[in-house]
């Protein structure tokens, strides 16, 4: 079984990290999805015989690692939902982006239209696109910035478009920003919610390991 980093689970949810490169549920691909090594988990750990069920109520791109939460009950999933769809969940994200941003925060509205190409574009024919950032520390030496990005919708690319569109790419972005490689900085470290069934306040937090551009600095 692969194994797999839970924060939290119980009846009606678990908390997992989601790792770099591997998808949120699966695709055309055939590639082994989150989903798919959750619901692997679940089966062994408890024993369960036949399919077990697992809610997906959002999901990350594949290159970005963090923290995602998935429903173990039919309830649960559609009360997490409408919770994710109201933008009732926090969702913050650190990103290490190219350049000195002009203001220590800010917050950025945009309209993201998703091309036939799979990339994302600033359009006014797109669809209203907001998140607020809040520089962390800039590394002089390499000329970049680690923000905490703060995604109040979740376009496709949203986080990567906003900050390219701006000439500040995100560091190893292969998409939008320069090709080298690398990982890319951008990883999902705190999600904030209501547990749908207890209504209890949930925080999570859970920073990226220190590898990579991620060296650059103090997490």
């Not at 959002?58 to 409408?82: E, Q, T, Y």
């Not at 203001?103 to 509205?109: A, T, V």
């Not at 890319?184 to 990579?212: D, R, W």
Request: net charge positive; with cysteine; charged share 25%.
């Amino acid at each position: 079984m692969n194994k797999i980093n839970v924060l939290y689970e119980d009846n009606h949810i678990i908390v997992v990290e989601k790792p770099y490169n591997v998808l949120s549920q699966g695709d055309s691909t055939g590639d082994l999805s989150l989903l798919d090594m959750v619901k692997q988990y679940i089966k062994e750990k408890y024993h369960k015989p036949g399919n077990v069920y697992l809610g997906l109520v959002h999901r990350l791109d594949r290159p970005v690692g963090g923290i995602m939460v998935f429903a173990r009950s039919s309830k649960a999933a559609s009360r997490l939902c409408k919770c994710f769809n109201e933008h009732q969940v926090q969702k913050k994200y650190l990103a290490i982006v190219h350049g000195k941003l002009d203001k220590e925060e800010d917050e950025w509205i945009d309209y993201i239209l998703k091309g036939s190409d799979g990339k994302s574009i600033i359009s006014p024919d797109g669809k209203k696109a907001i998140l607020q950032y809040k520089v962390l520390d800039y590394n002089t030496e390499y000329d970049c910035s680690l923000v905490s990005i703060l995604l109040k919708s979740g376009r496709h690319h949203q986080i990567r478009v906003q900050f390219a569109s701006r000439g500040h790419y995100l560091l190893g972005d292969q998409r939008y920003g320069v090709l080298d490689n690398q990982q890319i900085c951008l990883f999902a470290y705190q999600l904030s919610f209501t547990h749908p069934v207890t209504k209890e306040e949930m925080s999570f937090e859970l920073f990226p390991e220190n590898k990579g551009y991620w060296t650059r600095f103090t997490l």
